[in-house]
DNA sequence: ATGAAAAGCTTGAACGATTAAGTGCAGAGA
DNA sequence: TCTCTGCACTTAATCGTTCAAGCTTTTCAT
């Protein structure tokens, strides 16, 4: 509504009669003018409207934009309603923000060949969760020599953030086990190469590849349970192939809804998703939590704690992952893999 | 690793013997070029890694960037925490995307200085409950003439998405009211100017400014009170000044605290996050729902309905909006302001 | 055969900044 | 007085593209 167009900075230069480069030395360094003609050119600017150096010529020039990508596995639309990926995004966020960068968001599904062209604007890429998509990281890598650093997965020799999840999963189930279950299930989540939303036979479970975290999370269970005697032919596995209430309801349902004697009365789960959509279901069947049936989580998300019954899980640092991953990525903290630990929550689904 | 330095397009050229201009026209603009040299540019193109014209140059020269970037009120770190602010960017996300956009977070309050900087890059804003911060608006406004979309609340005269929220109140606190109520209370959300997380007078509550959406909020509840000859002056009323748990809790606890006698028996909530923090705090004390509280929300996020009881609420379509939102800001839809409707969900808590 | 139109490619000037190198000048030390 | 240093500022190249305009060559109706 006021300028036809923005100033440039040549033009302010013109105006004021100085050279281009004084001008830009008024914004970017304080030092290499006098504090008269810094004021001058800051008080003309601000006198025409002039908001500082444009950002996308200043990033051509330096190479530098002070942007961040994150790529997502999943599509952004299902990650941004997902609990722990909006946590991870929370704590990279916190970081970018206070340093001075801004965050772009990119998904690895969606629009593969999107993420080529935009990316080649970001500084750095933090990469979550991305499965199999290394046609993907190959584009990242050869983007020029922009830092990247992986979350809960590993990307070749860059920096991967992990928890313990192997470990999580060992203490929790142990911590289960404390009280004898008759039946025992595991509800995993996307374990299987190939989808699958149901039932699966250990056979498949068996097979060491695809997602490496739900692998060591299940091997965290099975130590577990070897541990306690229980033979792992006697443990009922399901698969849950997308982590919301819709995709994990009917697979809840179904074995909710096994005639009693067959029914689990302990749900080892791998998302807190998975463990609060079965507390959901079994509350609608008068299923009594943890009489009838225990549950476990993991991931220990806000809303399993702030409700009743609190859900038992492992809390792990999504947004403590996200800072961690941003510090690396900024360069405030040598590029490292990690390992975070864990926390058992001892909830009341789960005593 | 592999190569030392990103190849550039004039290079590439070189190395074919052509014009830069050809080698640009095959990656933008097919009809300019014959098909074999095309397919030689590419075919080059793909030996040498050269991954597509760079971003931060083309943006330069063309002026568009395809981002769209998203200004946040609140920080970045507590709206991605925010269901109903995560379902909006979902569903905004979700349009950018399938039109090869991406998108930017900004936060309207961290680092307002931020804003200006990074934004002259974006293609588009849209700006999300930004209450006073006219400041960063005009910035914004300044930063060359790019469509603006609010999404919200009001921003002077660009396009504008609400819901009809006075309605929207109106309804759900009739249907509330169909029940006989002894003693009402209204948990405001952000409704003060100055802070304030606590009890708040009706004087207060009268103030015509502030923001606006949790304003026609109140009135919806007003209207339906005092068309049930409910006195104003009986009915008690909170304040919440942010909708996280942590905030909502010691308000939600002094009111279910109050002597049995004083003790609200309906609680009329501005968000579900408010709601759901009276379910959890009243199940933690026995109170029972809906028998001796009702309880209404306002949102109708997931978290409220696949839960027991489910939440009694308004739902609004924060992913519609957002899609809307995004649609204008790509000019696929006439830039217009919109008033979305709401729908009455009769949940549990407040049959 | 001829001229006009179309096709295919090139030229070269932007886009809006940053920055190494250079210039001129005032003041300091000898 | 003369050189030397440091300060304040300017010059001009550069970042990697896009695109209007120009130049050939081919195509095609007449």
């Given at each position: ?9 040549k ?11 004084s ?15 810094r ?33 997502l596995?999943?599509?952004l639309?299902?990650s941004?309603?997902?609990a ?35 990316s080649?604007?970001?500084?750095g ?17 050869s ?11 590993d ?13 999580a ?6 911590h ?13 989540l ?45 443990v ?10 819709e ?6 349902a ?5 005639p ?30 943890p009489?009838?049936?225990r ?32 510090r ?6 040598p590029?490292?893999?990690h ?13």
């Amino acid at each position: 509504m006021s300028s036809p167009r923005r100033i440039t900075l040549k033009e302010l230069a013109a105006q004021l009669g100085v050279s281009t480069a004084s001008v830009s030395n008024a914004f970017n360094r304080p030092d290499q003018l006098s504090p008269a003609l810094r004021e001058r050119v800051l008080e003309e600017a601000r006198r025409l409207g002039y908001r500082g150096p444009d950002a996308k010529a200043r990033s051509l020039r330096t190479g530098r934009s002070r942007i961040i990508a994150v790529v997502l596995a999943e599509t952004l639309t299902y990650s941004l309603k997902d609990a722990v990926a909006s946590e991870l995004l929370s704590g990279i966020a916190e970081v970018l923000d206070a340093h001075g960068h801004t965050l772009l968001l990119l998904s690895g599904r969606q629009n593969a060949s999107q993420v080529p062209g935009s990316s080649s604007i970001a500084d750095g890429f933090i990469v979550y969760g991305l499965m199999a998509s290394m046609a993907l990281v190959e584009e990242l890598q050869s983007a020029g020599h922009k830092p990247i650093v992986a979350v809960d997965f590993d990307l070749g020799d860059h920096p991967a953030i992990h928890v313990d999840d192997e470990p999580a999963c060992y203490a929790i189930a142990q911590h289960a086990l404390q009280t004898p279950a008759s039946r025992i299930g595991i509800v995993n989540l996307r374990l299987t190469d190939t989808p699958c939303n149901g039932p699966i036979t250990d056979a498949h479970a068996l097979i060491p590849t695809g997602q490496t975290i739900t692998r060591s999370r299940l091997a965290g269970f099975h130590r577990a349970l070897t541990e306690r005697e229980v033979a792992l032919e006697d443990v009922a596995m399901w698969n849950i192939e997308e982590n919301t209430y819709e995709v994990c309801a009917p697979v809840l349902a179904e074995i909710l809804d096994l005639p009693a004697g067959e029914r689990p009365d302990l749900l080892l789960c791998m998302s807190d998703r998975i463990a609060l959509t079965a507390v959901t279901l079994a509350e609608q069947r008068g299923i009594r939590i943890p009489e009838d049936l225990r549950i476990t989580g993991f991931d220990g998300i806000e809303e399993g704690q702030y409700r009743s019954p609190r859900l038992t899980t492992v809390h792990q640092d999504s947004t403590e992952k996200g800072r961690l991953a941003a510090r690396m990525i900024l360069g405030l903290e040598p590029a490292s893999s990690h390992r975070l630990s864990t926390q058992l929550i001892q909830g009341e689904t789960c005593p």
